[in-house]
């Protein structure tokens, strides 16, 4: 069992930063491979990025370049550095936790064992 708790989101003028954290309560973190997601009003939950148990990286091509997934298995902890914020990036960012060995389910929801309740990030014009 994996509790995950998000902090770091707020309001950010477009082209700013944030730094999203996910801390990890439970045995063996870094046996899990790490995901985040974000959800707007209205819409579906979609892949954000993803770091797998080995340290893979894995982005959706909309924050390719703008965004950074790291972990520290030291402190149970994955993040999410944001930077070029845009407001189509406003939403709420979920952090989620994954047994799966295949890369290929990390970019999906269900590829996801355990989520946290999520974080809102608002980016203004």
């Known amino acids: 069992q994996v509790q995950l708790v998000e902090s770091g989101g707020g309001l950010v003028q477009a082209g700013g930063s944030l730094r999203l954290s996910c801390a990890a309560s439970g045995r063996s973190f870094s046996g899990y491979s790490m995901g985040w997601f974000r959800q707007a009003p209205g819409k579906e939950r979609e892949f954000v990025a993803a770091v797998s148990w080995s340290g893979s990286t894995y982005y959706t091509d909309f924050v390719k370049g703008r965004f950074t997934i790291s972990r520290d298995n030291a402190k149970n902890t994955v993040y999410l550095q944001m930077n070029s914020l845009k407001p189509e990036d406003t939403a709420v960012y979920y952090c989620?936790?994954?047994?799966?060995?295949?890369?290929?389910?990390?970019?999906?929801?269900?590829?996801?064992?355990?989520w946290g309740q999520g974080t809102q990030v608002t980016v203004s014009s």
């Open positions: 989620a936790a994954s047994t799966v060995r295949n890369s290929d389910y990390l970019m999906r929801v269900t590829g996801y064992n355990y």
